[in-house]
C-alpha cells in the first residue's frame, strides 16, 4: 500500500502517531484510532491489482470523477488489511482500540444499499449478504491484532454508518469476537461531546444542562463503553480546549459521584463556583435557555449545522446581491472556488443549493433563535463571575454572537433566495428601464430584497465588530491560504467580510435593472 501514497505523507502521520503513543506511554493510558473503512484507493492501486476494486463510493451529485474502495471478500485485500493493522500495533501496542465508520464520505462497502452511487460491486461478491461482508473486514482487523501479539476492540459507528435495518440486524449477527455494533445485554455504548457538530465553525459554546443529563445516565455497575466526541464534522477543527477541560472535569466528576441530585441541581452548584452566590442562580437560568434555544433549533431547524450553510456554500463570507451573475472574477474570486457543488452555475447563483440539493429553512423560525440566543449572551456579559471562571463565560458569550450573526446571515441569504426565485426570469434576462410612469412603492419585492439587504450589511458590521473584539478566537480557521477548503473558512475572515460589504454596496442598486423602484 505504500507504494501508491507519497512518502512524505506516510512520515508525517507515522510521526504523529507515534508522537502521541509516547503520551499515552508517559500516562500509563491506552489509545483508540478512529477511521473510514474501506476507504478509496487510487486509481494507480486498481491499475495495479484490478481484481481488488470494489464499489463506486463518492457521491455522484457532489463529486467530479468516480472513486472506488476496495472489496473486502477478496482474500488479498484481507491481507493487506491484516498487515497495515499488525504493522500499527506492533509499532503502537498501546492502541487497544479501532473505531471506524462507513458507506460514507470516501468509504463504502460493496452492493450495500446506501452506497450514494446505489448498490454496485464485482460481481463476484454479489451474492454475499451485509453481515458477512462486514465480517471479512472485522476478521481482517483481528488477525492483525493477533499477528501483532495483542487483543484489539473494534467498533462499527451505529450512529453515522448508513446501513438500512435490515443491513443492521445482519450485520449484528455476523460480529466476531470483540467486535460491537448496536447495544446489546454485553455491551452499551455512550456518546457524549460537546455540540460542535452543529456550531462549527464556531468553538466555546455547548448546551451544558444536555451535558449534565447525558452523563447522568452512567452507570459503573454495568459495562458501558462511552466515547468522547469533541472535533466537528470532517474532522476538520476541534472544540475550544477549555470547554473540552471543563465537560471533562463533569465527567470526572461524574464518575466519583461527587455532586448529588438531579442534573439541574448539578448545573446549579456549578454555577456557584463560576459566580458569586447572589448571580449564580441567573448564570444557571441563562444555562437553561441556551438548553431551551437548542430544542428550539433541533425541532424547528433541523437541517441548520453551520458547516454546510455558512462554511460550505460560503454564506459567511459571500455578498448577498440580487444578481450574482453580475460579480466580476475578481469579486467572486475569494468565495466561489470553495463552494461545496460540482456546478459553478448553481454555486453562483443559488443561495440555497447546499451540496447539490435544495435545503430548505424557516427564516422566521432563525429569527426567533436569534433573539433567544441574543438574549443569553446579554445575560452572560451582564453577570460578574469569580476570578478563573470568567474566561471561559466571556468566551461563551462572544461565541453566542458569532454564532447568532451566522444564522442571521442564513436567514437573510433563503428569504432573498425565495424573492430571486419569484422573479428568476427578470432577473437572468437583460437589464432595463423601469416604466416613466410615476409609482409611490414600486415592486414591493424590491423593497422587500433593499430590507434583506440591509440587514445583512449590518449583520456584517455586527460580526466583524464582535470578531475584532475577540471573537475571532472563537472560530476554527484555516492556518493559511493553502489549507483553506469547502470545509474550512479562509485565516483572512475579517478581510473577506469587508470585501463582501464593498462588493455588496457596488452592486446595490442592480436590483432595479430589473424590478421596479419607487418613483414618487
Known amino acids: 500500500m505504500a507504494a501508491f501514497l507519497p512518502a512524505d505523507f506516510i512520515k508525517k502521520n507515522r ?39 470494489g464499489p463506486r463510493v463518492d457521491h455522484p451529485r457532489r ?19 491484516s498487515s497495515m493493522m499488525a504493522a500499527m500495533l506492533t509499532a503502537a501496542p498501546e492502541i487497544k482500540s479501532y473505531f471506524f465508520k462507513t458507506n460514507d464520505a470516501g468509504s463504502g462497502n460493496c452492493w450495500t444499499d446506501w452506497l450514494y452511487p446505489g448498490p454496485n460491486g464485482p460481481d463476484h461478491c454479489k451474492n454475499e449478504s451485509t453481515g458477512q461482508r462486514m465480517k471479512n473486514l472485522f476478521d481482517a482487523l483481528q488477525a492483525g491484532a493477533a499477528k501483532a501479539g495483542t487483543s484489539l476492540d473494534v467498533y462499527l459507528s451505529h450512529g453515522s454508518s448508513n446501513f438500512t ?31 460542535i457538530s452543529s456550531m462549527y465553525p464556531v468553538t466555546g459554546v455547548t448546551d451544558v444542562y444536555s451535558f449534565l443529563q447525558k452523563i447522568s445516565v452512567i452507570n459503573r455497575e454495568r459495562p458501558q463503553t462511552i466515547f468522547i466526541n469533541f472535533a466537528s464534522f470532517y474532522n476538520r477543527g476541534n472544540e475550544d480546549v477549555q470547554l473540552e477541560a471543563l465537560l471533562l472535569q463533569m465527567l470526572a466528576d461524574r464518575l466519583a459521584e461527587k455532586y448529588n441530585g438531579s442534573p439541574k441541581e448539578q448545573l446549579q452548584q456549578y454555577c456557584e463556583q463560576w459566580a458569586p452566590a447572589h448571580t449564580a442562580s441567573k448564570l444557571a437560568q441563562a444555562f437553561e435557555d441556551l438548553h431551551r434555544a437548542f430544542e428550539y433549533r433541533n425541532k424547528n431547524l433541523r437541517n441548520l449545522n453551520l458547516i454546510n450553510w455558512s462554511v460550505a456554500a460560503r454564506l459567511a463570507n459571500r455578498p448577498l446581491v440580487a444578481a450574482p451573475q453580475r460579480l466580476s472574477g475578481s469579486e467572486e474570486s475569494y468565495f466561489l472556488p470553495y463552494v461545496f457543488n460540482v456546478s459553478v452555475q448553481e454555486a453562483r447563483d443559488d443561495y440555497i443549493d447546499i451540496q447539490g440539493g435544495r435545503w430548505e429553512t424557516n427564516p422566521d423560525s ?3 433563535l436569534v433573539t433567544m440566543l441574543n438574549t443569553i449572551a446579554g445575560t452572560m456579559a451582564d453577570i460578574s463571575l469569580i476570578s478563573g471562571s470568567g474566561e471561559l463565560i466571556q468566551k461563551m458569550q462572544r461565541s453566542l454572537k458569532v454564532y447568532s450573526c451566522l444564522l442571521r446571515s ?17 432577473l437572468s434576462g437583460t437589464p432595463g428601464r423601469p416604466s416613466k410612469e410615476p409609482t409611490w412603492s414600486g415592486d414591493k419585492d424590491l423593497l422587500q430584497f433593499n430590507d434583506i439587504m440591509r440587514d445583512e450589511l449590518d449583520n456584517t458590521t455586527e460580526l466583524l465588530s464582535v470578531l475584532q473584539k475577540g471573537g475571532l478566537h472563537s472560530l476554527i480557521l484555516a492556518k493559511d491560504i493553502k489549507h483553506e477548503d469547502c470545509f474550512l473558512l479562509g485565516p483572512d475572515i475579517i478581510g473577506q467580510l469587508k470585501k463582501k460589504q464593498k462588493v455588496m454596496l457596488a452592486h446595490w442598486t442592480d436590483i432595479e435593472d430589473y424590478l421596479t423602484s419607487p418613483f414618487k
Open 63 to 81: 463529486s467530479t470523477m468516480a472513486c472506488f474502495s476496495p472489496c473486502l471478500s477478496e482474500p488479498g485485500m484481507q491481507e493487506i488489511y
Open 15 to 53: 510521526d504523529l502517531l507515534l508522537a502521541k503513543t509516547r503520551l499515552l506511554k508517559e500516562n500509563g493510558m491506552q489509545g483508540a484510532v478512529f477511521a473510514n473503512e474501506p476507504g478509496y484507493l487510487s486509481a494507480a492501486f486498481f491499475d495495479a491489482y484490478p481484481r481488488f476494486r
Open 366 to 368: 432563525i429569527k426567533t
Open 410 to 426: 442564513i436567514g437573510n441569504f433563503a428569504s432573498a433566495q425565495k424573492i430571486r426565485d419569484a422573479h428568476a426570469d427578470r
Open 165 to 195: 435495518d435490515a443491513e443492521k440486524t445482519d450485520i449484528a449477527k455476523h460480529l466476531p469476537q470483540n467486535c460491537y455494533f448496536e447495544n446489546r445485554s454485553d455491551f452499551e455504548a455512550l456518546n457524549i461531546g460537546s455540540d
